[in-house]
């Protein structure tokens, strides 16, 4: 096969491009032809060459609408299109799977839509969240087949409208570690906490730190975005420069999450996190908002904690339980590891998304 992987952003590397990384992976070590166009060059681009996977830029390519500059980057996927023939069109987020599905039409090459958390989802702001939401409606049918990473995705595109057979679940599935890179959550001196995301407005830094402030632990925050600075000055006006750590953007997540003893994620809306899946790998439990499909890998009380948006307090006092019961971290790592081993593995995800990309190809 011949696929064409459409991402919108290259300047950061989330989950998302995590996913079509490996995936891109995977699929050229099965002789298949790869090629990732992603919006204007990025630190991704460098990822994905490292990785040995060709890609391509188009600069008009921007998470905004923008009718002019979207006209540019359709045009230029008809372009990319024509050159490199695939035999599948795979697009991911949600600007790229309206563009991946117009071009899909013209061309009449089939198109997979891979939705990491539908734009309309509980917890975006307006007019975004309206306008996206009949942005899909009009375009699913264009698709031959959505994949939603989590049930709570599907079950929102299901009361947007779309049709229940355009749309399937998989979850996100992540490459296993070396041994020496699973966490110890026995460590006490210091107990760390992490969280890896984007300094963004999907993700909730500031409450966590509020919610940290004196615990008896470390915090340490990896990434980097629009919200970083604006979140340190927090910390110092808090007066906890010592307690909390910022790593900036980085590429050695495992290693990292080796280091620490418990993972926190605090978000306003999500899809499935592959940050927790890789918590999970790490044998870590995890403190999380109960947002998007959190709940389907993240088992309240068993695996870790599931907590309220916005909720602050419950927030503080699972962390401060977690870092005071030695036993309880061990037994909820252990859990974790076993449910990532059992659903969470890249190998589960591949096997279903090839079988979906073969059956998009294969249809009249």
Request: hydrophobic share 45%.
């Amino acid at each position: 096969m011949n696929i064409l992987f459409i991402i919108t952003r290259a300047d950061a590397i989330g989950g998302a491009q995590v996913h079509v990384k490996d995936l891109a992976v995977a699929l050229q070590e099965d002789d298949h032809k790869v090629l990732v166009l992603t919006g204007e060059l990025g630190i991704y681009n460098e990822n994905l060459q490292q990785a040995g996977i060709e890609s391509i830029a188009c600069d008009s390519l921007k998470r905004a609408v923008n009718p002019i500059m979207d006209g540019k980057s359709l045009r230029y996927i008809l372009y990319i299109i024509a050159q490199f023939k695939p035999d599948l069109i795979v697009a991911h987020s949600s600007k790229t799977g309206i563009l991946g599905r117009l071009a899909s039409q013209i061309t009449k090459v089939p198109c997979v839509f891979t939705a990491h958390g539908w734009s309309f989802t509980t917890g975006i702001p307006e007019p975004n969240r309206t306008i996206y939401r009949w942005l899909e409606k009009l375009t699913a049918s264009l698709a031959d087949q959505i994949i939603c990473v989590s049930e709570y995705d599907r079950q929102i595109g299901l009361k947007a409208g779309i049709n229940s057979a355009k749309l399937l679940t998989i979850h996100n599935g992540m490459k296993d570690i070396a041994i020496n890179l699973h966490a110890n959550p026995v460590q006490e001196e210091p107990i760390k906490v992490a969280m890896v995301a984007r300094f963004d407005r999907q993700k909730d830094q500031a409450m966590l730190i509020e919610a940290f402030k004196d615990l008896p632990a470390k915090l340490v925050l990896i990434g980097d975005g629009p919200s970083l600075n604006k979140t340190k000055e927090k910390v110092a006006q808090l007066g906890m420069n010592n307690q909390v750590s910022f790593l900036g953007f980085r590429q050695d997540i495992a290693e990292i999450l080796a280091e620490v003893q418990i993972y926190a994620l605090v978000s306003n809306w999500e899809g499935l996190p592959c940050t927790i899946i890789e918590a999970m790998r790490a044998g870590l439990p995890v403190v999380a908002s109960d947002v998007g499909g959190v709940s389907e890998i993240v088992i309240d009380g068993q695996t870790g904690y599931l907590v309220t948006r916005g909720d602050a307090q419950t927030l503080r006092q699972k962390l401060s339980y977690l870092i005071d019961n030695k036993q309880a971290r061990i037994s909820m790592g252990i859990m974790g590891r076993e449910k990532y081993e059992s659903q969470l593995t890249f190998k589960h995800m591949y096997e279903k998304t090839l079988s979906t990309y073969q059956a998009a190809i294969a249809k009249p």
